[in-house]
């Protein structure tokens, strides 16, 4: 807790709505998402909630709204400690959420939507009433939404206004909204702002989860910056400058401690030497410009993005998740049809085209969801060694005939070579651990003799040792000249391995360069939408 | 004294395992007492003696070679429509439409009355008739879910409808018997199945179930097509990934199951002594219910083609008997009471299921059984004490 120098310490002890006490959060798996968290929250204040990926902003605010229970810990209201056991709970003392992700039955109008949210078991349903106090509401607040039009009808802003107005709709003393602009548009963005402004004005707390700087600079009166689990600022809006607050988020390296980036290099210390004796094939395998993709509620997520990526080089992106990466990959490996650009694999396109073709290529793909992309879990291990290559001459014999024996000789030559524990070829691919799940991806990904390797968050979840041995594997082909694309929004992993950096934001690239060329503090402002002027 | 607690838990332990992680194979077997247990439970209520009952079903069924012969009988078409519904299953689809298809195969198998053909041939010529024709009528609902997206469930139901009144109008109007308007064209000598034990209806299609059940076992696990299709049927977003075409596997596994059931209507029409015919008048008497029992059969089979020809004798058991049953002296048992006990049997093969799906269910059994753990652990470590 390095700044907690915050508001609430020079406020009158009574003037909270809410107080998070010491929460400390930790999942069944053992991990700790919150480390003693303590947060104020005032009335009348619009709180920014910055953090990366895994920070543990999205933890604490679901123990707000009664979706999880703390650990250790405890919330007090000033007539004494509050716990909430459901969301319902929650709302009736005035606490709302509005996930990233609606809870909106689509073929229900606004009004029905609404009056669902209202129900308990076996009470009546009032359309009417619900419609004139939605009306009320709708005048009081300027926020306007169609209310007899099925809300799968309506464009994405005017569902997240829906399910804005079914949280208010319960009189909330304090909303929270997760990463709410990530689907809207300039402009709807620009109209949420307002409305935001207008219940401050009325005496609502807000919280608001987000990654970008700009966003949280513009609106918020204070911001709360998490790392790693950890309040490691908390700050007036007004005092804080954009590249304190990248500092505080990425992280920066204080004395006698080493830092992430020192740490991963440690546990790799052959990535800089190889680095450094860093290897001269630049043939250009894959050439990409001016991509172009819509993403799956029809927004543009990957907006003209152009790159090359050549033989012997780690071509990182980082960037917070949901900045396009996923689609730019998808649209690389076949798996999304993108609206316009070009994408050429040694000279031969590959848009449009499907997986198969594409492997065809040369192209080998490491899918960012292991389970459900990656393997098909009830099938056998050795099903799924040959998942995507099943139809090479190797394993398919005349009239189509699966080879089992060649499967099985294949499977355990992969088994030894990537040390993949299991009990045999025939044990079923969800009895293994995820470590082990993703090494035998990764194996049958490089067994492929790729030229190029397409790696989305590959050592997401695993132990420090599944990934090390991981990010040693890419390394290792790099090093034999293949090309990597490497995804991930693990920064300390791009930063470790990668020869070429890119960060990407809102479906493009900030920046591109070399990954030694950028401080924390810039790369942070990056991630966040900030470009610095002094970078390029 | 100081071991049995350690021995107890462990026991219970064991004993959890078994109840939750149960054997497929199992689950069918319990699943088939269950639903005689409930049977004899309303015999039982209804007045009649149940251990009679089954003894006459058991008997009827398996009692000696006529009897295992009208057994097998039995089973043969219901191998046959078993198999459309799990090669769909396989391939993450509920293809409903066995019924249907299976009828327009019978009636594209009595076709072969109209022409002569070398005795055989003949059969094999209306073979593949019938299973060309299955196909077709399997392959449109296949076509529209691919296509428009319909669900694959309302479109073969409704095609069974269509199937039957088309079926039905062919049996009286097209191909009818001119000297008997009740039944089709009798299916020539040279077009029909041999009857391997004089006297019963058991004839030489049963070998067509059991090998188009190999067939369908080495297609689907030793064949990069039928691994394409089970890797859709269990992970459609990772087969694409896997550059499997989903919709091909869809069309294919449509394409299998309408050629299994169609050849179990040609079983039917061709090889049902004495008459070879198929009796519209009478709405279809042989034919009716051929492909719902068929996924009854699918699932106490587990979906797996071996285990489908064993669950096939222990049905066809069911229905040979029961005609014994229904007639054995003092304890006429109706037939109705076989359809019961089938239906007990599914709904009995679907808790496990349930309990799958809901783990809220299981959660809370987990909880209690970790509770009554806790209190004997507790208790004998006081009788230690």
Known sequence: MNENAGPGARRDADGYFLRAEAITKIYSDGTVALKEATLEIHPREIIGLLGENGAGKTTLTKILSGLLPPSHGRVVSPRGPVRFANPREALDFGIGMVHQHFALVGTFTATENVALSHERPFSRIRLAKTRERLEALMEESGLRVPLD?????????????????????????????????????????????????????????????????????????????LRHGEIVGDVRTAAATTERLAQLMVGKALEGEPTAVELSADQLPQTLAARRKKASSSEGILHVADLVARGNTGEIAVNGVTFDVHGGEIFGIAGVEGNGQSELVECLTGLRVPVSGVATIRGTNILGKDPRQIYRLGVAHVPEDRWRLGLVLPFTLAENAILGVHRWEEFQGPFGILRRGKVNQHVRKLMDRFDIQATGPNAPAKSLSGGNQQKLIVGRELAKDPAIIVASQPTRGLDIGAAKYIRDLLIEMRDNGRAILLVSADLDEVLALADQLAIMYEGRFMTLCRPDSLNREQIGMLMGGVACKEVA | MTENPARESRLLRGVHRTVTGLHPALESVVAGIVGLLIG??????????????????????????????????????????ALTFSICVRAGMFNIGAEGQMMMGAMAAVCVALFAAPTGLHLVIGLVFAAVIGALWSVVPALLKVYRGVSEVISTIMFNWIGRWLALYLA???????????????????????????????????????????????????????????????????????????????????????????????????????????????????????????????????????????????????????????????????????RVVMGAIVLAMAIPELIRLFPAVKKQGERLFAALRRRRETRSKEGEA
């Open chain 1, 149 to 225: 039009v099925p809300v799968e009808k309506l464009a994405v802003g005017e569902q997240q206004r829906v399910e804005i107005l079914k949280v208010l709709s319960r009189d909330v003393q304090l909303l929270i909204l997760d990463e709410p602009t990530s689907v809207l548009t300039p402009l709807e963005v620009d109209e949420l702002f307002a409305l935001l402004h207008k219940l401050k004005e009325k005496g609502t707390s807000v919280i608001l989860i987000t990654h970008k700087l700009k966003e949280v600079k513009s609106i918020t009166d204070r911001i709360v910056v």
């Open chain 2, 40 to 81: 004899a439970l309303l015999m039982y209520i209804w007045g009649f003696d149940p251990w009679k009952a089954y003894w006459a079903l058991l008997r009827g069924a398996f009692g000696g070679s006529y009897e295992w012969a009208s057994s097998l009988a039995r089973g043969t078409p219901l191998v046959l429509t």
């Open chain 2, 172 to 338: 009286i109007y097209v191909i009818v018997d001119p000297m008997r308007a009740e039944k089709t064209l009798t299916v020539p000598a040279s077009a029909r199945f041999p009857i391997l034990v004089r006297g019963t209806d058991l004839s030489a299609s049963v070998f067509l179930a059991v090998g188009v059940a190999l067939v369908m076992y080495f297609l689907l696990w030793h064949t990069t097509m039928g691994y394409e299709v089970r890797a859709a049927g269990l992970n459609p977003t990772a087969a694409r990934y896997g550059g499997i075409r989903n919709k091909r596997t869809m069309i294919v596994s449509f394409l299998l199951g309408g050629i299994t059931s169609g050849l179990a209507g040609a079983t039917i029409a061709m090889g049902l002594p004495p008459s070879y015919a198929i009796f519209g008048g009478g709405g279809f008497p042989e034919l009716t219910n051929i492909g719902f029992d068929g996924m009854a059969v699918a699932m106490v089979g587990r979906n797996h083609p071996i285990g489908i020809l064993l669950a096939a004798i222990f049905f066809g058991g069911l229905n040979a008997g029961g005609r014994v049953m229904q007639f054995y002296g003092s304890n006429p048992v109706p037939l109705e009471m076989i």
